[in-house]
């Protein structure tokens, strides 16, 4: 088996992580320890070019792009002209942001099998641009497939490219062919403004950013950017605080405007918004990469790796990229990005929270809270850092320093205007969690009163009341708000039916905690709520289950015992009475 040609093993559907790990153990001799995935050397024991290809896909499996290339580029040594292990080498390269590291790949991919990989001719062409070689590149995007992604990307490339030619109009042309496609005039809409914009066509620049903005429900933070900075070139001052106090009044919060606010103070003016076509072309990629981030957090990663490819000093690229990589569960390296945007004043705030963020998912929860707490003595007025604190305290289920955090925060607000709505619901979750109840019941009314019909506080409030056998019809139409305006939700579901259980609705109970069991299967407490509502109606064996079930799942550990009980000895007797059955 250790002989077998990678070709051949490339083309089975060989992939699940198991069998990847199985296969590589057979090639050498023993499971994979962590060391041969070392960011920092390649272990001479996996020799064969299989077993270089197996490692490889392990490594990305466990998130780590860079030992993934090396064991690609071992593999590739026993098989120089793989077109499959081509492709992977290409795309990875350019997901780290080694792009002229992976050029000589993609031309040697292309040699061999024309039209192979989109990403490989997309960087050659990218790479004519950034040598200001505009015609060579214009052509050679005529020979792209216009099918995927590139039926939104080379459109605003072209246009681009012929604003390289002097051609501004025809490349307006092209975006305004696009932008009245349903779903991309937002996309093209902005590339449009830009392009006028660049070519001195302040006004119609002016039109196309307002027609744009207007298709979405909330500002974009990037096009709020680029039309403030345009009204402040021009010295239209009132217009641009009009601009950045619309998104400022939907985040409150956001540290992203406040070089620019600056601005206004000083009456300094900013730069344009693209000085040269690559800038240009960069905001092209950024805003593919920003529109599909939801859909396909890998892809924005290349994308974003692209515009920084062109554009270097591309702070807000640099935030989806990072943002991205969180997605991809790639912490350490989005931290590293993060790092450098700290460094530009326009996101260093919002970069040094994210940084906080996956520190503590990295379990370095003391080093994160440290951050925070400094960065809360720096801006002592500031709420977010100690929100955040808290936020990651109560995650970490240490409630009471949860509550501290969460307290002094509530000093800090100066204008109780709904905003801060979340910072009492998590308030009152704390101090319901250690059976503070008056106080988490009068954090929760807070949070309901700032955020009415909320379905989350409609939920937690009710649910609490229902545990305690407290104001059980009121929560009951609480949950029922709740539910209509989240029907697919398992956990409020759960709620509903416990509610109805508590009330003696027995048959509707379990019609919905059956529904919320379907819903979340996972979820150990719905299914231990199941069991109870099963054992109450006399069906036993569906009820232990159920409870079984509740166990397997990995309940919190002060339910654990309640279960084990209940499957030896079943529902309490007494459980029915205070259920009011």
Same mark, same amino acid.
């Given at each position: ?473 009121? *929560?009951? /139409?609480?949950?029922?708000? =709740?539910?209509?305006? %989240? +029907?697919? !939700?398992?956990? &409020?579901? #759960?709620? $509903? @039916? ?10 509707? *109970?379990? /019609?919905?905690?059956?529904? =919320?069991?379907?819903? %979340? +299967?996972? !979820?150990?407490? &719905?299914? #231990?709520? $199941? @069991? ?10 569906? *009820? ?5 079930? =509740?166990?397997?799942?990995? +309940?919190?550990?002060?339910? &654990? ?21």
């Amino acid at each position: 088996m250790a002989n077998m040609n990678i070709s051949k093993f490339l083309s089975r559907k060989c992939t699940l992580p198991i069998m990847i790990t199985l296969t590589i153990s057979l090639f050498i001799g023993l499971a994979i320890p962590e060391t041969i995935l070392a960011e920092k050397r390649l272990p001479n024991s996996i020799k064969s070019q299989l077993g270089s290809y197996l490692a490889a896909r392990q490594a990305q499996f466990d998130s780590n792009p860079r030992i993934a290339i090396r064991y690609y580029l071992s593999a590739l040594k026993g098989s120089p002209d793989n077109i499959s292990l081509l492709q992977r080498v290409v795309t990875l390269l350019v997901s780290e942001g080694k792009i002229e590291e992976a050029l000589p790949k993609a031309k040697q991919l292309l040699k061999l099998s024309p039209g192979a990989s989109n990403i490989s001719s997309l960087i050659l062409v990218l790479a004519e641009i950034k040598n200001q070689k505009f015609l060579k590149a214009f052509k050679n995007i005529e020979m792209l497939p216009e099918g995927g992604l590139n039926t939104y990307l080379l459109p605003m490339l072209k246009a681009w490219l012929l604003v390289a030619q002097n051609k501004n109009n025809d490349a307006l042309k092209i975006i305004d062919q696009k932008t009245n496609t349903p779903g991309l005039e937002t996309l093209f809409g902005v590339q449009g403004a830009l392009i006028s914009e660049f070519g001195g066509k302040n006004k119609d620049a002016i039109t196309r950013y307002k027609t744009a903005s207007a298709l979405r429900k909330n500002p974009n933070l990037r096009a709020t950017i680029l039309l403030g900075n345009l009204y402040e070139r021009l010295g239209k001052k009132k217009k641009a605080k009009s601009i950045y106090d619309d998104y400022k009044s939907q985040y409150l919060t956001t540290t992203m405007l406040d070089i620019a606010y600056q601005r206004l103070k000083t009456g300094k003016k900013p730069g344009p918004n693209n000085r040269t076509i690559l800038d240009g072309i960069a905001e092209a990629l950024f805003s593919l990469g920003f529109s599909i981030q939801n859909q396909n957090s890998y892809q924005a990663i290349l994308f974003s790796r692209l515009a920084v490819y062109l554009r270097p000093s591309f702070s807000i690229a640099k935030l989806l990229l990072a943002r991205s990589m969180e997605e991809n569960n790639n912490l350490k390296d989005a931290n590293v990005i993060y790092h450098n945007i700290s460094k530009d004043p326009n996101y260093s705030w919002a970069a040094r929270l994210r940084i906080a963020d996956n520190l503590d998912r990295l379990d370095d929860t003391d080093d994160a809270i440290r951050k925070l707490q400094a960065m809360s003595i720096e801006r002592n007025k500031r709420v977010d850092t100690l929100i955040k604190i808290g936020d990651i305290l109560q995650g970490h289920k240490r409630y009471q320093a949860s509550i501290n955090a969460y307290e002094q925060a509530k000093k800090r607000i100066q204008t109780n205007n709904g905003q801060y709505w979340s910072l009492y619901f998590s308030l009152g979750i704390s101090y319901e969690r250690i059976e503070k109840w008056a106080m988490a019941e009068k954090n929760l009314l807070e949070a309901l009163r700032l955020r009415p019909n909320h379905p989350s506080i409609l939920n937690y409030l009710g649910y609490s009341w229902v545990e305690q056998g407290l104001q059980l019809d009121r *929560a009951q /139409k609480m949950i029922r708000t =709740a539910v209509k305006k %989240r +029907p697919r !939700d398992g956990y &409020i579901i #759960d709620s $509903l @039916g416990w509610a109805l259980y508590r009330l003696g609705k027995i048959e509707e *109970a379990v /019609k919905q905690l059956e529904r =919320a069991v379907l819903i %979340r +299967p996972e !979820d150990p407490t &719905i299914n #231990d709520h $199941l @069991g109870d509502i099963y054992w109450a109606i006399g069906r036993k064996s569906e *009820a232990t289950f159920q409870w079984n079930r =509740a166990l397997i799942l990995e +309940p919190e550990k002060d339910q &654990i015992p309640k279960i084990k009980l209940k499957l030896k000895v079943g529902l309490p007797k007494d459980a029915n009475k205070r259920r009011g059955i």
